[in-house]
């Protein structure tokens, strides 16, 4: 399946104090060939986004995933309530999607 990957992840200076998530979502419902574009749009919608750094889109097994970086989104609730309303945006009519967060952890967890 395709995919692209931005990199490695901006590391922080030994003496910062922020916490970065490293948050994986996951879009499940919408089959590949059913929303060709959605790695573009994905990757061009959460590029706007930045308060984000995206580390990951891709599809893997019949799913959307999508794994970025941040600094306050612990639970990953946010990603993923963004993430939902990229695809309600970009993918109309496509109503039997559901999002999840597959897994939320620390940078220095990776």
Known sequence: ????????TPRRSASSLDTVF????????IPPNA?????????????KRTWHHI????WEGGALILVVDNDYDKDGAAVADEFS?????????????????LSVVTTSDV
Do not use: I, K, N, Q
């Not at 309303?85 to 967060?101: E, L, N």
């Open 1 to 8: 399946m395709p995919s692209f990957d931005v990199g490695e």
């Open 22 to 29: 490293r948050v994986s979502v996951a879009c499940e419902g």
């Open 35 to 47: 929303w060709p574009d959605a790695l573009v749009d994905v990757g061009s919608e959460f590029a």
């Open 55 to 58: 580390v990951h889109c891709g």
């Open 85 to 101: 309303d990229t695809v309600a945006a970009y993918a109309p009519g496509t109503s039997a999607y559901r999002v999840s967060v």
